[in-house]
């Protein structure tokens, strides 16, 4: 049994949630710096382009281009697969690419899920890469 006292126990449950407080606002403010450099490598800005261990690939889905979907690591939880020729600044202005596809209306499987069995669609050399 615990024997600290109730005011103990309140300031550790205090500290905790300063703790959490300071992690969710650290986490929001990284996911606010990835998806501006998300925007920028839309425009073109090859000063913004990810490298593929930057992005976690879909296993199967892939954009019109015939790149893999991807989205980088450390970005929201209301964020979208993106095609990943144009996150990586390779992208093909000539080539169709697929518009984004958010995270809360696609199903789509990570290669870095166990049930993915090894499957992904990345470094495919297509979507003007």
């Known amino acids: 049994m615990d024997t600290r006292t109730d005011k103990e126990l309140r300031a550790v449950v205090d500290a905790g949630s300063a703790a959490a407080r300071e992690l969710s606002r650290r986490t929001n403010e990284r996911a606010e710096a990835v998806g501006e450099r998300v925007k920028r490598t839309q425009r073109a800005d090859p000063t913004a382009a990810?490298?593929?261990?930057?992005?976690?690939?879909?296993?199967?889905?892939?954009?019109?281009?015939?790149?893999?979907?991807?989205?980088?690591?450390?970005?929201?939880?209301?964020?979208d697969w993106h095609c990943s020729a144009i996150l990586r600044g390779t992208a093909s202005r000539e080539m169709a690419h697929s518009a984004p596809l958010p995270f809360s209306l696609y199903e789509v499987k990570s290669e870095?899920?166990?049930?993915?069995?090894?499957?992904?669609?990345?470094?495919?050399?297509?979507?003007?890469?």
């Open 112 to 129: 870095s899920q166990p049930s993915a069995n090894g499957a992904t669609t990345r470094d495919e050399p297509k979507g003007g890469e």
């Open 50 to 79: 990810f490298r593929a261990d930057e992005l976690i690939f879909a296993a199967y889905e892939r954009c019109a281009c015939g790149a893999g979907m991807a989205y980088p690591i450390g970005c929201g939880v209301h964020d």
